[in-house]
């Protein structure tokens, strides 16, 4: 039998109709697998092997007594360390959090386990998810699968690599800010950030409430589209825990629906200027969308620079705020990284209550305008970053720095304002031998036409690539 680190969801359901693999033995491989890639990668926070061996058991007894399998059916999966699990550690990356151990699961997690998933353990974080690599004082470093010396990305780092690593099939991220699409591109794999309130965020640390729901969103994560879409079908749905849950079913596609869709190139020069093999990579999307009879054209949207400032309000000073609340008196207690975000994000004018009114304001105002340039383009194609994954310690958040977050990462942060879904494919690489991966952005609520065209994209570009480990 081959390996099966790198089968998809729909393989993985196959080979068990047709008894090449069993759930007990598929668990087995993937727990060896990360007991060889902890060590080298550091993926994870916590491994309940005694758990996924029961539930594999289940699932096995399930096949044997010709039950129908239900859609996860024995699919190994993991979740972000920021995610209640019953019985397990959830830091978030911190010393501050890391005695916390939830009673009750996460929305999504429930639905995961009741469609037959076995979740595996919970993987590694930025301190309070709050940076774009993943290293912090209680877990240490992620590193890249493609190449340790190189950040696994964040705040869905360790996730992220897990899945690139073949730990799992696939698994549950979160986004503020580019946090599932930059860690997806960084590894070579995908990931798409919701619409808010598609998926429930109920248990999720940062809570997504307030004035925050627009912010931050928790999706899936995994190797290829069809995969993203069956994750997505099992965790979508209200929930009342979700201020913005919204009752929408999950929709079919049809193939009629993806004829000579306008898809616009996306060219703000406020969103950065791309190296040129990214560049490259989105000429290589671009020019396949062109021969799918889409109708291709270069696009600009106005008011970009307002939306990356208002993103940056919510997400730095008034963020910092709250957290520097909280975290007062346990400075010793921080990590690096977290304390550089703090000292950068409270350097700015301090937070008023007319400040923050009038931010909220302006976002629906923002959102509104972007809407309405919008509604006969249903899809966008641009960048991730305007870079591949950069070296361990390189990012920060400091001005003038060649891998400053608040203009290396602006591809990504105008849609965590806006509200908007966007989903990472990976479609090239660099000289290095590091993914270059490219982003789709929809319409709210238009999750499915961003996962078709993307599946289209995917499969003109070939078979899914694993790093060389």
Request: net charge negative; with cysteine; proline share 9%.
């Amino acid at each position: 039998m081959a390996q099966p680190f790198y089968s998809s969801i729909a393989e993985t359901l196959e080979q068990f109709r047709r008894k090449e693999i069993s759930p007990v033995e598929l668990i087995a491989a993937h727990l060896d697998r990360i007991a060889q890639i902890q060590p080298k990668l550091n993926p994870f926070v916590h491994i309940d092997a005694e758990s996924a061996r029961a539930r594999a058991r289940d699932s096995e007894s399930r096949l044997a007594r010709g039950e129908t399998l239900r859609p996860l059916e024995g699919i190994p999966l993991t979740v972000k360390s920021s995610l209640d699990v019953a019985g397990w550690p959830c830091p978030a990356g911190s010393l501050l959090r890391k005695d916390y151990i939830p009673a009750t699961n996460a929305t999504l997690v429930s639905r995961l386990e009741n469609a037959g998933a076995i979740l595996l353990g919970n993987t590694n974080t930025p301190e309070f998810l709050m940076a774009y690599e993943t290293d912090n004082r209680l877990s240490g470093k992620t590193s890249n699968p493609w190449n340790p010396d190189y950040s696994a990305g964040g705040s869905s780092g360790g996730e992220a690599a897990a899945i690139a690593s073949g730990c799992s099939i696939g698994g549950v991220g979160s986004d503020g800010g580019g946090s599932i699409r930059t860690p997806a591109h960084f590894c070579g794999i995908c990931g798409l950030k919701p619409t808010p309130g598609r998926i429930p965020a109920t248990g999720h640390f940062p809570p997504g409430a307030g004035a925050f729901g627009w912010i931050g969103v928790v999706g899936p994560m995994a190797r290829t589209v069809g995969d993203l879409r069956a994750l997505f079908a099992v965790m979508a749905g209200p929930d009342p825990g979700d201020a913005l849950s919204t009752p929408i079913p999950v929709r079919e596609i049809a193939s009629a629906d993806l004829r000579g869709i306008r898809i616009g190139i996306l060219e703000n020069p406020e969103l950065g200027r791309p190296t040129p093999e990214t560049l490259s990579t989105l000429r290589r999307a671009t020019q396949i969308l062109c021969d799918l009879n889409h109708r291709v054209e270069p696009f600009k949207l106005e008011k970009m620079d307002q939306a990356l400032e208002l993103w940056w309000f919510f997400f730095g000073p008034v963020i910092a705020d709250l957290f520097r609340q909280s975290t007062t008196g346990r400075e010793s207690d921080l990590s690096p990284m977290f304390s550089g975000y703090l000292e950068v994000a409270l350097a700015e004018p301090k937070v008023t209550l007319e400040s923050f009114q009038k931010a909220c304001v302006d976002r629906d105002l923002v959102r509104a305008s972007l809407l309405r340039q919008l509604c006969d383009v249903p899809i966008l194609l641009s960048a991730v970053s305007t870079a591949p994954a950069f070296k361990h310690g390189d990012g920060n958040y400091r001005s003038g720095d060649p891998y400053n977050y608040r203009d290396t990462m602006r591809f990504c942060q105008w849609l965590n304002l806006a509200g908007f879904p966007g989903l990472s494919l990976p479609m090239g690489q660099s000289s290095e031998g590091l993914p270059i991966n490219i982003q789709l952005i929809a319409r709210p609520y238009e999750e499915e036409l961003l996962l078709a065209v993307a599946a289209q994209l995917e499969k003109a570009r070939g078979p899914w690539e694993s790093p060389p480990l």
